[in-house]
């Protein structure tokens, strides 16, 4: 389909980071593990540790969406459209975990790390499969964007989980001993 050609290199790119970094927030999580649970810890991983992996996954759908050959750009915005609602679902799901947590109090960084930047990029999906027919260049721009932004979102928010725990965690948690 000619309109898909050209961003091959760019899907290859942010799809297989996504399903790199997928594999080192596996491993991450195992490090993290170790470290004494506090109080209310599983909630906050639901709000604070799964989105990440779902970012990435939904990077890696629509890069894997996008190399597929497509005969018409409405299966693949379709596609894209529905990865926009189910992470425009999620996201209100994200928000409630963050909510009724007690293990962290988030901070501005967190809400937007964690619910605006990622609203953003799914309702750009949403909105990008609607235009698709019309617009169909502007809409590939808008999906490239969309996973650019769960993609550095994603990371960002590895590194902050990383960062978390690893310097204030394991500082409180030797402190305690």
Same mark, same amino acid.
């Given at each position: 389909?000619?309109?898909? @050609?050209?961003?091959?290199?760019? &899907?290859?790119?942010? =799809?297989?980071?996504?399903?790199?970094?997928?594999? $080192?927030?596996?491993?991450?999580?195992?490090?993290?593990?170790?470290?004494?649970?506090? !109080?209310?810890?599983? !909630?906050?991983?639901?709000?604070?540790?799964?989105?990440?992996?779902?970012?990435?996954? #939904?990077?890696?759908? /629509?890069?894997?969406?996008?190399?597929?050959?497509?005969?018409?750009?409405?299966?693949?915005?379709?596609?894209? =459209?529905?990865?926009? $609602?189910?992470?425009? @679902?999620?996201?209100?799901i994200v928000a409630?975990?963050? !909510?009724?947590?007690?293990?962290?109090?988030?901070?501005?960084?967190?809400? $937007?790390?964690?619910?605006?930047?990622?609203?953003?990029?799914?309702?750009?999906?949403?909105?990008?499969? /609607?235009?698709?027919?019309?617009? @169909?260049? =502007?809409? /590939?721009?808008?999906?490239?964007?969309?996973?650019?932004?769960?993609?550095?979102?994603?990371?960002?928010?590895?590194?902050?989980?990383?960062? &978390?725990?690893?310097?204030? !965690? @394991?500082?409180? #948690?030797?402190?305690?001993?």
């Open positions: 389909m000619p309109e898909l @050609t050209g961003w091959e290199n760019f &899907y290859v790119i942010v =799809g297989s980071s996504a399903g790199a970094l997928i594999g $080192l927030q596996f491993v991450l999580i195992s490090l993290i593990a170790q470290i004494p649970l506090v !109080k209310d810890m599983e !909630k906050a991983s639901g709000a604070f540790a799964t989105p990440t992996i779902v970012h990435f996954v #939904s990077v890696l759908i /629509l890069s894997a969406n996008i190399a597929a050959p497509w005969n018409a750009i409405a299966a693949a915005a379709t596609l894209w =459209g529905f990865v926009g $609602l189910i992470g425009l @679902t999620y996201i209100v409630r975990r963050m !909510k009724l947590q007690t293990a962290y109090s988030p901070e501005f960084e967190d809400q $937007l790390f964690h619910l605006v930047l990622p609203l953003v990029a799914y309702a750009a999906l949403v909105i990008s499969s /609607l235009m698709a027919l019309s617009r @169909t260049r =502007g809409a /590939l721009f808008g999906v490239a964007a969309a996973a650019l932004l769960l993609l550095l979102v994603g990371i960002h928010n590895a590194w902050d989980a990383a960062t &978390y725990h690893v310097f204030l !965690k @394991t500082k409180e #948690s030797t402190r305690d001993q």
